[in-house]
């Protein structure tokens, strides 16, 4: 064997394993089968990694012993049950949206005895924008003045955050967890 | 007609009593793995466990449709390496020819077939814990490269150098007493 042949089956050789995992294209594995036929040596080695294979493929398959699942599911806690996915996102809608409705009504409260202009006013823009005017001065003078029409309007709009935060927070926390391990 | 994977996870969240049909289609690959990974059939059981243990806690994160069976082994390969990692010594040989049943067929052929598989079970168990991890799940789990690269989170040239070291490493101890006739 020279040295160029030597250094080709070593080459080769190295592409045994690739060529028995399927990993080696047409033409590598053609080159690979072609020299196999006329060298002995790589063919003999091909022959030793192909026993290996069988044998690998031959171990038998191993079970746990009876009773493995019922060990399994005997040592795990019975979970909480399950919430549907829809509910979390429904109760952060109905806390939003009840906040805000809150919001809307102290607000209406705080302001609704001025709510209510004259046939007069409604028939001509400027007169109503000047009424707007007087009526967020008078508003602001009235809850400074006065501020239980600020205060009643401030609690509900607290109130509802408050009741949405809540939904919001008890929405974020985990449902119970197998505690085993 | 069998339930789907899919199907198999939405009832095992209920709860560990429906978990156990989940268990029991894997059970068997799952703790055959571990066996010959750790070769020592008690091991592998707490570590099967565990394993199962493990997935029923991450169910809740389990994404629908993804396939089990992969994330299976791959936290069992992880267990058997820490394992292997803490154990610290040689594993101690694999127990086949013990536990392999009666043979039926000619005496001296099964008995000579019950000696490979021993031999070869002890010679996988002299490979270090990460080449015979990437040995087994290529033999024993049939995966492609890619899917070993992935289990074993390293680059696919790193699976490959691993994979021929492990079978040369084979070859060469099988060598006198398993495949040489």
């Known amino acids: 064997m020279t040295l160029h042949d030597f250094t080709f089956c070593a080459r080769l050789q190295q592409q045994l394993q690739p060529w028995l995992d399927g990993a080696l294209t047409p033409n590598e594995s053609a080159l690979l089968q072609g020299h196999m036929a006329i060298c002995g040596a790589c063919r003999s080695s091909a022959e030793r990694h192909r026993d290996l294979w069988r044998l690998l493929s031959q171990l038998p398959v191993r079970s746990p012993s009876p009773g493995f699942s019922s060990r399994v599911t005997g040592a795990l806690p019975r979970r909480a049950a399950p919430q549907a996915s829809w509910v979390p996102g429904a109760a952060l809608a109905l806390g939003c949206l009840t906040a805000g409705a809150a919001a809307l009504l102290g607000l209406l409260l705080a302001v609704l005895p001025m709510l209510w202009p004259s046939d007069e006013l409604a028939e001509d823009p400027e007169l109503l924008l000047d009424w707007g005017v007087e009526i967020w001065q008078g508003y602001v003078g009235a809850s400074l003045d006065s501020p239980y029409h600020l205060l009643g309007g401030l609690s509900l709009l607290l109130l509802g955050a408050g009741w949405a935060l809540f939904i919001v927070l008890r929405s974020a926390t985990p449902g119970a967890r197998p505690a085993h391990g | ?181």
Request: charged share 25%; net charge negative.
């Open chain 2, 1 to 181: 007609m069998n339930a789907s994977d899919d199907d198999l996870i939405a009832q095992a969240r209920q709860g560990p009593q429906e978990y156990r049909a989940l268990v029991e289609r894997y059970q068997v690959r799952i703790y055959n793995l571990i066996y010959r990974m750790v070769g020592n059939p008690q091991d592998a059981e707490d570590l099967a466990l565990e394993v199962f243990w493990r997935f029923y806690r991450s169910l809740d994160r389990f994404q629908a449709g993804a396939p089990v069976y992969p994330y299976l082994y791959r936290i069992a390969t992880n267990l058997c390496l820490t394992h292997l990692k803490a154990r610290r010594t040689l594993a101690e040989p694999l127990l086949d020819a013990d536990l392999v049943p009666a043979p039926e067929g000619h005496p001296e052929v099964e008995q000579q077939r019950r000696e490979q598989e021993a031999a070869l079970g002890g010679a996988i168990q002299s490979l270090p814990p990460r080449l015979r991890a990437a040995l087994l799940l290529r033999h024993v789990e049939d995966l492609s490269y890619q899917e070993i690269a992935a289990a074993l989170e390293v680059p696919l040239g790193t699976v490959k150098t691993w994979l021929f070291r492990a079978r040369q490493t084979l070859i060469e101890r099988l060598k006198a007493e398993v495949v040489t006739p």
